[in-house]
Structure formats: structure tokens, C-alpha cells
């Protein structure tokens, strides 16, 4: 029988006996060797969450680690404050304040965790991936070297080599070499083989990039950035159907995702030609989103309602100062939605008029209003081009030439082929990129 098929999750979830590193590992994989699972283990989370009042201090950290599983940071981190307090509770609190961006917070928890006997060299490698996401990459690369012995040969070594070798500078052969080392100590390893997969689909090698991303995404908890990348795969292929399986796989486990909505609502337009699809700005609809979507304190949305500010965009119209100079706003409010908006890649006054007149680029002024308006529609570009231009927001020639060849190469499946082929287009209108 394969692993996963005499596994009662509900049962795991539920029964009250020791829950540690084992059990969660079961869950996962559980879940890893079949998605249906999730369904179950979903169901059985709600239903010991439903009887929260009655549970111990050492069910309260069964209940966190489960809600943590779903995708459910915030809620996870108020439960695991009324556990036991043990090495468990602190790891996962840790890695919660992790995937909410609380950086300090995250770091002082693995600390704690280690403290109270969790595995040593586990929470220094969480604390390696803390110091580099935050931007203190030296203190991260200072770190791995401190460490010693046989974690020097884990996938999760290696791997955080590699991804902290990419953040400093390193060269494309250095991180691929530490990828390689990591898939190859753990063929299953969702960090190792989205870092293997990216520099696959950076060299062009999409077949093997494709294979990558695949076992990567078959993990749990699941891997958006592997199921994101796979489902724009499956879309440049046209098997519309598998990427909006990807999509609503990361949509299962976090519904607030605007990336997965929006790349969901293409794919389900699979009856329609590659000239029909409407193709979105993310950054435009997740401005759109209503701001009573989000987690805030009931202090923070009574606020921002009296000053009828319902969206995101509304939202980011507003500096520090004038939100702080509102009745009953003060730095507790500021700070929470300052850190809303971070997680969203958002921050306050980006959509001002001022600080859009600022951001602007300059373009010639002896360009005609009538050429920077032609749509990149009819330009005739590229599938590929085309689609990764207007999925980030560049429908006219205008909104192309204010960009640099950098910050196309940015962009998912945007790469020197494509860069050649538009500076070619532009050409022809005797224009160039910004900077060129």
C-alpha cells in the first residue's frame, strides 16, 4: 500500500497523544502523495478548531501547527500563544511571524525554540533564512559558515547556500552547483528544485524546468511560487486546464493570493483565443481590493471606514502623515497597515498624484500621442512576449518604452529572446527603452 493510504488524518489531527516533528511530517506527505487529502485534513482542522474552548495547552499547539499547515499565520500565532510554551510551539510561532514578514519576532522565536531542545541546526537554518529575507546577507552567509559537521551535507544546507549565494551576487554556475548538491541529497527538496527550476527557465531549458517545478509543486505545504511558475508554463503550452488546477491549489491554502486569482481568471478563458484573453495588471486588481478583505484590528477599520477609504488604492493614496493626522489614528493602526501593504508590495502614497508624477519616467516629447498609445496588440509581437508584457501591465508602446531592458528581463518568461525581438519592434518606430 503507498504512503499516505493507511494514514487516518483525521484521526492524526485529532487524537490526543504526543504530536511532534513525526506526525507533521505524516501529514504532509500524506497530503504530498495525494491533493485529496487536503479536503480531509482541512475538514478535520475546522472541526478541533470548532472545539477550541475545550482543548489543553498541548492540543492549543496541535491546533496551531494544523492552522499554520492551512496557510492560516495569523491565526496560528494567537492559538500558539496559549500553548505549552515548548520547543514545538516556538518553532512554529517562529515560522509564522516568518511568513508574516515580523522578521525580529521570527528570530527571536527560532531562538527560543532552539532554547527549549528543538533540533539546533534546524532553527539556525531557519534563522540563516530569516537574516537573508530581511536583507542582512552577511550575517547570513556568517552564519552558514559557523556551522559544522553532518548538516553541512543536508538538502537544507545546501540549499540555503545556494539561494543566499544568489541574494549576494553569485555567479548563475555557483547557485546551480548548490541546487544541484541539495536535489541531489533530497530529490523532493520545494526550495532546492524551485531554485533548480528558475535557472533552468532563465536558460531556456523549459522541458526540464517544467519536470522541476512539477516536483516541487507536488509538495505540501504547497510551494506558490513553484505552482505559480508551473501554471504560466502550462499556459504558454495551452493546457489551460492543469494551470488552473495550479492556481486553485494555491488559492486552497491562501484565498487572499491576487497572483493565483488573477492568473486563474486567464486560464479559465481557455475557450478563447490567445488574441481574446484579457490579460490583467496584478498590481491594478489588487488595488481594487476592498480593504474589510483583510485582517485588521477593529480600530484600524474604523478609521480608515470614517475616512471612506473602502480600497487598496484608496488606501495608497494617503501618506504617514495624513492618515496619523485622523482622528483616533495612531502608530499602532499605521504600523499594522504598513505591514499589510508590505506583504502586498504596496506601501502608503504610491498612487498619489505627486508620487506618480514622480515614478513616471520621462518620454520624448516629440513622440506623437497617437504612437505611444498604439496597443502592443497590434504590434505583432510574440505569443510569449506579448502575454508577459501585458500581464505586467504594458498594453501600449508608451507604457514599453518608459521601461528598461532590466526590468523586462524580470519578468516570468521574459528573457533575451524577447528582449531582442522588442528592441527590434521599437526600432522600426525609430525609439529605443528607457536608459538605451
Known amino acids: 500500500m ?39 485534513f482541512q ?5 478541533l478548531e470548532s472545539r477550541e474552548d475545550e482543548q489543553s495547552p498541548a492540543g492549543m499547539v496541535r491546533l496551531g501547527v494544523c492552522l499554520y499547515l492551512l496557510g492560516k499565520y495569523r491565526r496560528s500565532l494567537n492559538v500558539l500563544q496559549h500553548g505549552d510554551g515548548g520547543a514545538l510551539a516556538h518553532f512554529y510561532m517562529a515560522k509564522s511571524h516568518y511568513a508574516l514578514k515580523n522578521y525580529d519576532e521570527a528570530e527571536r522565536e527560532f531562538t527560543c525554540a532552539r532554547q527549549a531542545g528543538y533540533a539546533a541546526d534546524d532553527c539556525t537554518l531557519c534563522i540563516v533564512e530569516v ?22 551535507q543536508s538538502a537544507e544546507y545546501l540549499y540555503q547556500r545556494g539561494i543566499t549565494a544568489l541574494a549576494s551576487g553569485g555567479t548563475s554556475e555557483e547557485v546551480g552547483t548548490w541546487f544541484s548538491r541539495a536535489v541531489d541529497t533530497d530529490p523532493m527538496h520545494p526550495g532546492a528544485l524551485f531554485g533548480l527550476a528558475m535557472e533552468n527557465d532563465r536558460r531556456g531549458s523549459d522541458d526540464h524546468a517544467l519536470e522541476l517545478y512539477k516536483r516541487a509543486a507536488a509538495q505540501f505545504p504547497s510551494h506558490v511560487g513553484s505552482l505559480i511558475n508551473l501554471g504560466l508554463m502550462y499556459e ?12 486553485e491549489r494555491v488559492l486552497d ?76 489614528f495612531g502608530e499602532t493602526s499605521l504600523e499594522e497597515i504598513k505591514q499589510m501593504l508590505s506583504s502586498r508590495n504596496l506601501q502608503l502614497g504610491q498612487t498619489s498624484a505627486k508620487t506618480q508624477q514622480q515614478q513616471l ?17 497590434s504590434m505583432g509581437f510574440s505569443v510569449r512576449a506579448r502575454k508577459c508584457m501585458t500581464r505586467s501591465g504594458i498594453t501600449t508602446l508608451g507604457d514599453l518604452i518608459r521601461k528598461t ?6 519578468y516570468k518568461n521574459f528573457g533575451v529572446t524577447s528582449l531582442t525581438e522588442v528592441r527590434e519592434k521599437l526600432d522600426e518606430y525609430g525609439l529605443h527603452l528607457h536608459g538605451e
Open 253 to 328: 491554502a491562501y484565498p487572499e493570493n491576487e497572483y493565483a486569482r488573477l492568473y486563474l481568471k486567464d486560464a479559465q478563458a481557455s475557450s478563447q483565443t490567445a488574441e481574446d484573453v484579457v490579460t490583467h495588471n496584478p498590481t491594478a486588481q489588487i488595488l481594487r481590493t476592498r480593504v474589510a478583505d483583510f485582517e485588521l484590528s477593529a480600530r484600524s477599520r474604523n478609521c480608515l471606514s470614517q475616512m471612506g477609504i473602502q480600497t487598496l488604492n484608496d488606501l495608497c493614496s494617503y501618506t504617514e502623515a495624513e492618515l496619523l493626522s485622523s482622528k483616533n
Open 236 to 247: 504558454d503550452r495551452g493546457e489551460n486546464e492543469l494551470a488552473v488546477q495550479c492556481y
Open 43 to 47: 475538514e478535520a482542522v475546522n472541526e
Open 131 to 152: 537574516r537573508r529575507t530581511a536583507g542582512r546577507i552577511q550575517e547570513a552567509l556568517e552564519l552558514l559558515n559557523n556551522m559544522s559537521g553532518s548538516v553541512q
Open 2 to 40: 503507498g504512503f499516505g493510504q493507511d494514514i487516518d488524518l483525521k484521526q492524526l489531527v485529532q487524537m490526543n497523544c504526543s504530536f511532534g516533528p513525526q506526525e507533521i511530517a505524516k501529514i504532509n506527505r500524506t497530503i504530498a502523495c495525494k491533493y485529496a487529502n487536503f479536503r480531509i
Open 405 to 410: 531592458a532590466d526590468e523586462l528581463l524580470q
Open 361 to 377: 519616467p520621462e518620454v520624448d516629447t516629440s513622440i506623437d500621442i497617437e504612437t505611444l498609445n498604439k496597443p502592443i496588440s
